[in-house]
């Protein structure tokens, strides 16, 4: 598996509290990919961030922010947690130039 | 934006026999598309990818069709085996390494 890892890997928290996911790379890969993964709906982009500082939303990116101040580090913020955000979560990164994506471990986060 | 569709949802075959999973994508811009294999609880990994400038890609006992003009394309699975038993994702790729998921298939191989 490329250097990818995600932390926490489980959390459980309340509505409408901030919640911080992290995902951390070894591979110096200038893309780096936040998804969400649901039954019945794959996996679905939330935010993506094509270099440090550089961010764009995905196709649900409501309710969710991100920041990458440092090239090995991506992180996912949701401000104000929904029980509609319970779910498993992904990071992916891609090498400029490629591409393969390639996954984090996940994080299952359920909101109650 | 880009929309895939992919069927069945559910296949269940013998152990031995061939497996086809079927995806189908809405923008003629995409020009990459991979193929994912999630065990239970495990992380997506790429198992085979093609690109639009080719028909057919194989690597050992699977293999990925395309077929541009009708906008689909199909992974294929030959001689499977038990621990072939797991979710299929197919993806497709328009602009900026932004992948477009399809809702996945659940292969379950049976002895």
């Known amino acids: 598996d490329a250097g990818i890892t995600q932390s926490p890997r489980h959390k459980v928290t309340e509505t409408g509290t901030p919640v911080t996911l992290r995902c951390h790379q070894t591979?110096?890969?200038?893309?780096m990919y936040w998804y969400r993964q649901d039954p019945g709906h794959g996996l679905r982009l939330i935010h993506y961030s094509y270099g440090v500082k550089d961010t764009d939303k995905g196709e649900v990116s409501d309710g969710y922010s991100v920041s990458r101040s440092k090239t090995e580090d991506f992180l996912l913020t949701l401000e104000s947690a929904t029980s509609s955000q319970t779910s498993v979560y992904f990071c992916a990164i891609s090498d400029q130039g490629m591409d393969e994506q390639f996954f984090g471990p996940g994080t299952r986060l359920t909101v109650l | 934006g880009e929309n895939v569709e992919q069927h069945p949802s559910t296949l269940s075959v013998q152990e031995g026999d061939s497996a086809v999973i079927k995806c189908t994508y809405s923008?003629?811009?995409?020009?990459?598309f991979p193929w994912y294999k999630q065990e239970l609880g495990k992380r997506p990994q790429l198992i085979i990818d093609i690109r639009s400038n080719v028909g057919e890609k194989k690597d050992q006992r699977i293999a990925v069709t395309l077929n541009k003009t009708a906008k689909h394309f199909s992974l294929h699975i030959t001689e499977t085996q038990p621990e072939d038993s797991a979710v299929y994702f197919c993806a497709a790729s328009q602009r900026g390494n932004k992948l477009t998921f399809g809702t996945g298939t659940q292969l379950k191989v049976e002895l």
């Open positions: 591979e110096n890969h200038r893309y």
């Open positions: 923008d003629s811009a995409s020009n990459y």
